[in-house]
């Protein structure tokens, strides 16, 4: 993946400004220039570490409005911020796994054999080929067939639950912590992401600053109470994400606005804005941050990650 062209590829850390972007973001080159200086300048500021391993589910079952590259993005930043990070993918379109760069074709080791064959999550837990301190579970397609497999397993709600508590047992045991958990979901509310539900104390939900963004989301809050009376007591929305936000449409602002209105201090303050290298680093096998560290949609990911890093993430709804 990398040439003498000077592609994104090639862009190693430690970051430099070098490696600032020229993407037409809307803010003047001098100003992304002095971000991602102050964001890389040799040096990269680490972040405190959470008291507790903080595992974050992050759901929403409208199809396409962000999870994934919000989920990568956000492990990306906080991992390349001294956290120690484990992403989980739990989508059998393996996008999280394009994202950071694993092989994730059929007969790869993945979720579905700890799910479905009860295999220890260590067994397949690969290190991210270009981000120290991130390491992921891949799915494979082979996780299609999970949702009807589990229905007459033993304990199908709380499979993952059972494997990552362990991992992270083991984890802490050998002095090795992992400080955050992101678990990708898939676009629905079936049995995976319910697992995704157990599994977590936490849910991220990114909604896409559009005109249906909030339709549904009743249903995935509705989801929510129903795990956690019987299945989770500890599982609660912890954050949202305003997604492909476009500052120059009145559209995205009234969604915005709503959405904050509805939800107060859950919303990140940052909201992520459209922007192409977003899109284009999973077909380079990367996250945007290696991809291109200096893109507006690069920074807000890392703005956004500090935010979440910086709170406890027992916020709730009503409290703020
Ligand atoms: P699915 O429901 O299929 O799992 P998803 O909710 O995980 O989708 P993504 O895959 O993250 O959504 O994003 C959907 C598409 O939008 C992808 O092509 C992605 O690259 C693109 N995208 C996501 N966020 C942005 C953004 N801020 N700017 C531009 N493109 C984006
Ligand atoms: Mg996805």
Redesign the pocket.
């Known amino acids: 993946m990398t040439d003498s062209t000077g592609s994104p590829g090639e862009v190693a850390y430690p970051l430099t400004v070098a490696g600032v972007s020229r993407e037409t973001s809307g803010d003047p080159p001098i100003a992304a220039a002095a971000a991602a200086a102050r964001l890389t300048g040799g040096r990269v500021e680490a972040w405190p570490r959470p008291t507790r391993t903080r595992v974050l589910t992050v759901a929403?079952q409208?199809?396409?409005?962000?999870?994934?590259?919000?989920?990568v993005n956000l492990a990306a930043a906080l991992s390349r911020h001294g956290q120690r990070v484990l992403v989980v993918d739990l989508?059998p379109?393996g996008?999280a796994s394009t994202a950071l760069g694993l092989e994730h074709h059929a007969g790869v080791a993945s979720v579905y054999d700890v799910l479905i064959e009860g295999r220890p999550l260590a067994d397949v837990v690969r290190p991210s080929p270009d981000l120290p301190g991130l390491v992921a579970v891949p799915a494979t397609i082979d996780l299609a067939g999970a949702e009807i497999e589990l229905v007459s397993l033993v304990a199908r709600e709380s499979r993952l639950e059972r494997a990552l508590s362990r991992y992270l047992a083991d984890q802490d045991a050998v002095g090795d912590r992992v400080d955050f958990v992101l678990i990708?979901c898939?676009?629905s509310l079936g049995l995976l992401t319910v697992n995704a539900f157990v599994a977590a104390r936490e849910v991220c939900i990114?909604i896409q600053c559009e005109y249906y963004a909030l339709e549904g989301l009743g249903q995935l809050l509705r989801s929510v109470e129903l795990i956690q009376a019987h299945l989770n007591p500890e599982l609660h929305v912890s954050t949202i994400v305003l997604?492909?936000?476009d500052a120059r449409t009145r559209l995205a602002a009234q969604v915005a606005d709503e959405v904050r209105r509805h939800f107060g201090a859950l919303v990140l303050r940052t909201a992520?804005?459209?922007?192409?290298r977003?899109?284009e680093a999973?077909s380079y096998g990367q996250t945007v941050l290696t991809y291109d560290p200096g893109s507006s949609?690069s920074l807000s990911y890392v703005e956004a990650a500090r935010e979440l890093a910086g709170r406890t993430g027992e916020e709730r709804e009503g409290t703020s």
């Open positions: 929403n409208k199809g396409g409005v962000g999870k994934t590259t919000t989920a989508d379109q996008n990708d898939p676009p990114p997604t492909m936000h992520v804005p459209r922007s192409v977003l899109s999973p949609g």
